[in-house]
């Protein structure tokens, strides 16, 4: 069998990388030894960084309520980090169980494949893809891949298959720690004794973690846990104290070993987590380090996989996150030192604390303790002399807003869609600079000056992941662009076409459903519960979209339109909104965007189809102004306001099709009024096409003939032969015919179209 990825390992870190590829379209599968999680707390704390990178994944509604504080420490040293500059500063408690439950969770709604109980035992790297043997419940089996992502803890057998040394030093120290239940004890906060360190905390549910240091005692070699004797008899040489008659749940030790594999690239072999690097858990930067790997290689192997950028784009994560790892490695075993060093360490810690009293002092740790002080130092050309010197380039992105055309859009929030940014801050970068990236990099350029990042910043590229990949400054706007946005994001778009048959996904091809000419799109179709919206829906979710079907109030015909594109193999979730009524725009964009943050990892909306109206079936004499009111309110006014309120979230290369009417072209006196709102939506259709193509959104309408709608006249056979007379194939059009014509306008091929009116009559206009 084979795949684009095989990540080794359902761990936290093989978990976040399986999603973070699913969200691009990769076709990944998880390979887990264990037939279940273990279920361990291990870990229990985010820092902000990695607060940040799972708010850009679209997670953190996922996780819950979650507790921080403030306070950190360094190597037991307090250090106040709730000023960081972050959305999210301070520590943040999550046992490492609920969070592996939550990835677990999204992920398998991404349709990542999960197979526990499979165990890999050998692997070949052929140079083209690669080989791995897998141990199964149903007997050995073999698979390939494109590539293959070690995720497989810190006793990793990738990492010893692909050959890659895993230097270090070797542990010289040892904690022992227990969840003990029926025990009160004081809590103790990094307590030197004569004897060690003991640290105590009894959580809300009553359990109390006790953990321990033997000052100068070296590690045992061990086969498994400590008992809980020799936990009790450890905790009594170094506070004094008996917990021997409280209730043991979980005992645990680990040393200060510090390994870092030589390389985390060999070949078709990557490593992330814990398998990359070995370190003691201090202040908890073992798995928040494990979770920033896999969001820089997230990215990067989307790219390569999808044939978009080379395979020296995956050396980058080699360069940037062993350097990273070297770093935290060094902080770790200093920290080490502070914590678990005995008399002989005093005066450095004397030294530390006092130097963690000044403020640039506290500054520094705080960053370190935050994850916030990486900076990419790989990340800039380096033929721009001034703009790899420039202090923005490799770090994150600030978080600042800027004014548009279309209101205050903030650069982070535009991140989650999973896109790259180019933040033009004095709105001067010609949109055809970036064109062949527009599917991977969206422009949101300034309306006026912004000098928030630096009055000498004209404009800032920023990676998927949040780190400036390159600046400009103001005398020359666009230097040096091309080159950044090839180096990070690939090729052209124009030189890709010959590659994309190599990168489509070989899922649906094999499952002969999906078309997948919009694999990895999400669709809004407004009024789609029913007839042509719901024959849109259908085809959209088809060809790999995920559909949002909008309903005004039949939620059980919206249930079966979800159920129908489902069982036909796609991804669809119901909304219901009441146009024509106060707020209702703002309401469907609410329920909108919290179901694509669920449901699609971000809230980028590809495809708005304004389908949704009502017929009028009133003579002209007759039509009162409260009808014609309600009219325009459903059919026009909405769809205005609704591509208003939706546009910020539309990416570049982005369709807007509205729903008009052959009434715009021929008469029925009895329509006279909905025809009029027709008429309206095909000037939202003219006029923001040319609003749009800066941003190479199309918006187009498409105008239905006589359809049929379950209306009782197409059960009359008379009737049904004459109105089949008003198309050139003298016969009645199938929502399904609308629905096609649609799904060709929202594909990449209807690029070069834009303020059309596409007649979907059968033409019925000629006569
Ligand atoms: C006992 C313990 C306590 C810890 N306590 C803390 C703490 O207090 N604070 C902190 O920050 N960090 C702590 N850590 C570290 C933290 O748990 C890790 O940093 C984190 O789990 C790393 O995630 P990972 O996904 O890289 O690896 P892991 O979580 O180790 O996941 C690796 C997965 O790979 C699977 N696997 C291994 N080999 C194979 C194979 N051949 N085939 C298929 N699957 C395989 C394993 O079953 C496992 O599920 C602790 C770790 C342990 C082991």
């Not at 080989?131 to 006793?155: F, K, N, S, Y």
């Not at 990067?300 to 978009?308: M, P, Q, S």
């Not at 590659?499 to 999906?514: F, L």
Request: charged letters at 25%; a negative charge; glycine letters at 12%.
């Amino acid at each position: 069998m084979d795949f684009q990825v095989i990540v080794v390992g359902a761990g936290p870190v093989g978990l976040l990388l399986a999603g973070l590829l699913r969200r691009g379209d990769v076709d990944v599968v998880v390979l887990e030894h264990l037939a279940e999680a273990t279920g361990e707390s291990r870990a229990s704390q985010l820092n902000a960084r990695t607060m940040e990178v799972l708010d850009q994944g679209g997670l953190l509604g996922r996780l819950g309520r979650m507790d921080s504080v403030d306070t950190g420490h360094f190597g037991g040293i307090p250090v106040p980090a709730g000023g960081v500059a972050s959305r999210f500063p301070g520590f943040w408690k999550m046992p490492q169980f609920d969070l592996e439950a939550a990835l677990t969770e999204w992920v398998t709604e991404l349709g990542a494949d999960v197979r526990r109980r499979h165990t890999v035992q050998a692997l070949t790297d052929t140079g083209e893809r690669v080989r791995v043997e897998v141990d199964t419940p149903g007997g050995p089996v073999t698979l390939h891949a494109a590539w293959v992502i070690g995720c497989d803890g810190q006793d990793s057998t990738v990492r010893d298959l692909a050959g890659i040394a895993f230097p270090g030093q070797a542990a010289e120290r040892e904690l022992l720690r227990a969840d003990v239940d029926d025990i009160a004890i004081a809590d103790r906060h990094f307590e030197r004794h004569e004897n060690g360190l003991a640290i105590a905390h009894r959580r809300s549910d009553g359990v109390t973690r006790v953990m321990f240091h033997e000052f100068g005692r070296p590690p045992v070699e061990r086969t498994g846990p400590p008992s809980f004797d020799e936990i009790v008899d450890g905790w009594r040489r170094v506070t004094s104290e008996d917990i021997g008659a409280g209730r043991p749940l979980w005992t645990d030790a680990f040393d200060d070993a510090s390994r870092q594999a030589r390389q985390y690239r060999r070949g078709r072999v990557l490593l992330a987590g814990d398998a990359a690097h070995r370190q003691i858990p201090a202040a908890g930067q073992a798995l928040n380090l494990g979770l920033q790997d896999a969001d820089n290689l997230g990215w990067k192997l989307t790219a390569v996989v999808r044939g978009e950028a080379g395979d020296e784009l995956l050396d980058t994560y080699h360069t940037e996150r062993h350097s990273v790892g070297a770093d935290v490695m060094d902080n770790v075993r200093a920290q080490t030192l502070l914590l678990l060093g005995g008399e002989e360490t005093d005066s450095l810690r004397t030294v530390i604390g006092e130097i963690a009293t000044l403020p640039e002092g506290q500054d520094q740790l705080a960053a370190v303790i935050s994850g916030l002080d990486v900076r990419y130092s790989d990340s800039s050309d380096a033929k721009t002399a001034r703009a790899t010197s420039h202090p923005l380039v490799g770090m994150r992105l600030p978080d600042i807003e800027v004014p548009t055309t279309r209101g205050l859009v903030s650069g982070i929030d535009v991140l989650r869609r999973g896109h790259g940014l180019l933040l033009d801050l004095a709105g001067a970068v010609p949109p055809d600079r970036i064109r062949g990236w527009a599917e991977r990099v969206e422009h949101v350029a300034a309306a006026g000056r912004v000098d928030a990042l630096g009055p000498e910043l004209a404009s800032v590229l920023v990676r998927p992941d949040g780190h400036v990949a390159w600046i400009s400054l103001i005398d020359d706007v666009a230097a040096g662009l091309e080159e950044a946005l090839r180096r990070w994001f690939g090729r052209h778009r124009d030189e890709l076409t010959t590659i994309t048959g190599v990168a489509t996904r070989s899922a649906p091809a094999e499952k002969g459903i999906y078309m997948g000419t919009l694999e990895g799109k999400s669709a809004l179709v407004t009024g789609s519960s029913r007839g042509i919206g719901r024959a849109i829906a259908e085809r959209l979710g088809r060809e790999g979209a995920l559909v949002v079907v909008h309903y005004s109030s039949d939620a059980d015909a919206a249930d079966q339109a979800v159920k129908s594109i489902v069982s036909a193999g796609g991804r669809a979730f119901a909304v219901q909104a009441e146009f024509g009524v106060a707020d209702d725009v703002n309401t469907l964009h609410r329920k909108l965007e919290a179901g694509l943050r669920e449901q699609h990892g971000s809230v980028s909306l590809d495809i708005l189809v304004n389908n949704a109206g009502i017929m009028g079936s009133v003579n002209p004499e007759d039509i009162t102004p409260e009808q014609f009111d309600r009219l325009v309110a459903v059919n026009a006014k909405a769809p205005l306001f609704l591509v208003q309120r939706l546009l910020p979230l539309i990416p570049e290369g982005g369709r807007i099709v509205n729903i008009s009417s052959g009434l715009t072209r021929f008469a029925n006196p009895s329509e006279i009024a909905y025809a009029m709102t027709k008429g309206a939506i095909e000037q939202v259709t003219l006029h923001y096409a040319r609003h749009l193509g800066p941003r190479n959104i199309t918006v187009n309408s498409v105008g239905p003939g006589v359809t049929k709608n379950g209306n009782p006249v197409f059960d009359v056979p008379e009737a049904r032969e004459q109105i089949a007379q008003l198309s050139a194939f003298s016969r009645i059009g199938e929502p399904a015919d609308v629905g096609d014509i649609v799904a060709f306008v929202c594909s990449p091929d209807a690029r070069w179209m834009t303020g059309t009116f596409v007649d979907a009559s059968g033409g019925a206009l000629l006569g």
